[in-house]
């Protein structure tokens, strides 16, 4: 790989610069001692979170006179997990309800591959709340392996790896890799699928990106990431014959547009969801930071939702600052991925969770890890910073409080 720039983005090289896998690393090597050690990591940050969660139940409960905490899973019944368990449990449009419904919940904005797997696992585990955490506690593991090995390619011999999974652990919405929402889930395909774009494995990547689409839309951002990836890097390979595979992550979201349009008879009934439940209406970007500036800052909100809407605003400051980096450092694929991200959540009518889309920004956890190695003093003043904040969102989140 190239050398890093200052604030640890990497720059692209030929193929030929770029160094070994060290023997560590052999794929006949599953799991590598380095492995085992960011296992360790994840688990006890996961032992972290449930004692926050056993913490909340019992010193912030939403009777302040109730003497029984009830029970620890309840914590994690919040906000967009009952769409997702309504779902698995009931299907998009149960009996004859749907958009033309009083009082409808607007699932459908959610994709059917988190509620989905949700449903399966449920045949096994008959607690919904405890199969939503199982699905995001093992997706969980296979995003940290994957998130150390990519990090990896770019500084291999060094602690690097490491660094970026405890970031990204430690990071204020890592609350939400815990709980059963989909982020874990997307994570454990699309981490995968980039790995498997960065050693040209074309069929590979495009079949765990179409996985990866199935569970959230934004991984239509990763396979225009993979995309140009493509684009920048099959000249050197003569690749040109898996240009096929780059359509086939499109085909779960047509196929779910589809079931829509066979239900709704509204082929954009999935927009017309997010716009209706969440505001996601099509917006100017200055009128969004205006709009959210407003709720943040001009006592129009109650304090709890201020809080969030001024996490919105530096979330998606940090958002373009990394894209500004990439694009300097001429991280094109990267690059497309965070700008269509900032694009799809930076032009509604306010910002609404960018902060838990950092979590899905794996770019920025591997050029922050990469800046730390130059830069002692970035890894301790992010953690400084950071745990109390992680801290803070997960008591918001398990104890009903809106958490971004």
């Known amino acids: 790989m190239g050398a890093a720039g200052k604030y640890g983005v990497m720059t692209h090289t030929s193929t030929a610069e770029r160094p070994a896998l060290s023997p560590a690393y052999s794929r006949r090597d599953w799991l590598t001692p380095v492995d085992r050690r960011v296992l360790y990591l994840y688990a006890l940050t996961r032992v972290a979170v449930w004692t926050t969660a056993y913490c909340a139940r019992w010193l912030f409960p939403a009777d302040a006179e109730t003497h029984d905490p009830g029970k620890l899973a309840a914590a994690f019944q919040q906000w967009d997990w009952y769409h997702f368990r309504d779902i698995a449990r009931d299907g998009y449009f149960p009996g004859t309800t749907g958009p033309w419904t009083e009082g409808w919940d607007n699932r459908e904005a959610f994709f059917p591959g988190f509620p989905i797997v949700l449903r399966a696992v449920h045949t096994v585990l008959p607690h919904w709340t405890l199969a939503g955490v199982l699905i995001s506690f093992v997706s969980g593991a296979v995003v940290v392996l994957a998130l150390a090995r990519i990090v990896r390619l770019e500084r291999p011999g ?40 960065r050693r040209h494995q074309w069929a590979l990547a495009a079949l765990l990106t179409a996985l990866a689409t199935s569970v959230r839309i934004t991984g239509l951002f990763l396979a225009a990431a993979i995309a140009v990836h493509f684009v920048v890097t099959a000249r050197g390979h003569r690749k040109w014959s898996a240009i096929p595979w780059l359509a086939v992550p499109g085909l779960p979201v047509a196929a779910y547009f589809l079931y829509l349009y066979a239900n709704t008879g509204d082929l954009m009934a999935w927009k017309h969801a997010q716009e209706r439940g969440w505001y996601r209406d099509l917006t ?42 990439l694009v300097r450092r001429r991280r094109w694929a990267e690059a497309t991925y965070i700008g269509l991200s900032l694009f799809a959540l930076g032009t509604s009518y306010w910002l609404m969770s960018m902060p838990r889309a950092t979590l899905l920004w794996w770019p920025l956890w591997v050029g922050l890890c990469v800046w730390s190695l130059r830069n002692p003093w970035v890894r301790t003043t992010y953690l400084c910073v950071v745990a109390p904040l992680s801290t803070v969102v997960a008591l918001t989140f398990f104890t009903g409080r809106w958490a971004g």
């Not at 939400?176 to 995968?192: R, V, W």
């Not at 001009?298 to 709890?304: K, P």
């Not at 001024?310 to 958002?319: C, I, M, N, R």
């Open 158 to 197: 060094t602690s690097a790896d490491r660094d970026a999974v405890l970031f990204f652990l430690l990071s204020p919405c890592a609350v939400f890799l815990a709980a059963g929402y989909s982020e874990a889930l997307f994570l454990a395909f699309a981490l995968p699928a980039w790995l498997a774009a």
């Open 284 to 325: 100017a970007p200055w009128h969004t930071w205006s709009t959210t500036w407003t709720a943040a800052f001009d006592h129009v909100q109650t304090t709890g939702y201020a809080a969030m809407f001024q996490a919105e605003l530096v979330a998606t400051v940090v958002g373009v600052v990394l894209l500004a980096l």
